[in-house]
């Protein structure tokens, strides 16, 4: 059964603004953030308080937070890899974080510099004082159906480090296909192995489209009534860790299919476009998606 509605969670301005070459000002992050609240996305990923030897681009998320106009009704969370970015983030009154880990040993060594069980060590901390402050933690596992480094990707090990992720008190799994290698099939496989640990209705589809196929994976998932997903305006970003990978599903795009198919996601598409050209601009590109292109196209 499809969802009546779809929470879509935008992460360009973390995700998409990472990787991206060029650097915006915290100015443009602001304005991005603002025009995403208006187009009436409910839950903007802001930033991430992480090493900024390791990821520059993010290194000015404490002054975007700080300068943002916070919508009521709107969360903005923030990545957070140990204790140190909690902080961080709490100084800048987050009410929600996310903690990251992935499927694949390999991708956690090169992403976060530690085993996949030396990262769950680490969140457990980070999940308890996040607690004592009443905020809330989302999880991410990487890798859920392909890895640059280690190649064809269990479901089982994407189901045990979700489960483990989801016990330790995060409220809800974001499972990204960081690469973008993922088709139909293993996606709903991977998605049902996943489940039979978490209940659906707390995963989140996080694919990128390296390979054009998030959408038909996400159409396929919803379908097995999962009602989260991941997007970025403009379908910008990637991984600094994941060569090659490039943006998340567009968040336009994922509008565009689901106003087609009556599912509710409360955002007004002629304004995310607006968004999606704003920054894309910004950056110096086209909007990476279709349907940006094609309006331009006339
Ligand atoms: P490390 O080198 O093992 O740890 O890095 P460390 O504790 O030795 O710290 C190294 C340096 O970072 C030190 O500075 C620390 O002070 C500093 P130095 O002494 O060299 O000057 N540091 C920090 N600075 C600011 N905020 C912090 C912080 N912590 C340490 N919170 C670490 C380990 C985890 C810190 C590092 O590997 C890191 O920051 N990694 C971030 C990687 C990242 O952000 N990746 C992208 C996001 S994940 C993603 O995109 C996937 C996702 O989209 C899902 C999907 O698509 O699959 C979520
Ligand atoms: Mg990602």
New binding site residues.
């Given amino acids: 059964p499809f969802p009546a509605s779809v929470r879509i969670v935008e ?1 360009a301005p973390r ?1 998409g603004l ?1 990787n991206e070459t060029k650097a915006v000002s915290p100015d443009v992050k602001v304005e991005l953030i603002e025009r995403l609240s208006t187009a009436g996305c409910r839950t903007i990923e802001a930033g ?8 520059p681009r ?1 290194a000015d998320t404490a002054e975007v937070l700080s300068r943002i106009r916070r919508v009521s009704g709107v969360a903005y969370p923030v ?4 204790l ?2 909690l902080e ?1 983030a709490i100084a800048a009154r987050c009410e929600e974080v996310a903690v ?1 880990a992935s499927a694949s040993e390999a991708f956690s060594q090169r ?4 085993s996949i069980s030396e990262s769950l060590d680490r969140f457990a901390p980070v999940l308890a004082m996040a607690r004592e402050h009443g905020i809330r933690v989302r999880g ?1 596992v ?2 859920v159906l392909g890895c640059p480094y280690q190649g064809a990707v269990d479901p089982i090990d994407v189901a045990s480090v979700s489960r483990r992720l989801f016990e330790a008190g995060c409220y809800e799994i ?1 499972l ?1 296909d ?1 690469i973008g290698t993922g088709t139909p099939f293993n996606a709903v496989k991977m998605v049902e192995t996943v489940a039979e640990d978490v209940p659906i209705e707390r995963l989140a589809l ?1 694919f ?1 489209d390296t390979y054009g196929q998030a959408l038909a994976n996400i159409y396929a998932c919803l379908g097995l009534g999962v009602s989260v997903i991941d997007a970025a305006v403009g379908g910008i970003g990637g ?3 994941a060569k090659g990978a490039t943006g998340n599903v567009a968040t336009e795009d994922l509008v565009y299919m689901l106003d087609g198919m009556n599912v509710e996601t409360g955002i007004d598409l002629s304004q995310l476009i607006d968004a999606a050209r704003f920054i894309s601009e910004k950056l110096g590109n086209r909007p990476n998606s279709h349907l940006a292109c094609s309006l331009d196209r006339g």
């Fill in positions: 992460v995700d990472q991430s308080f992480v090493s900024p030897k390791w990821v993010m990545l957070v890899p140990n140190r970015g961080a990251f992403n976060i510099n530690c991410y990487s890798c974001s990204g960081t996080h990128h991984c600094p860790y």
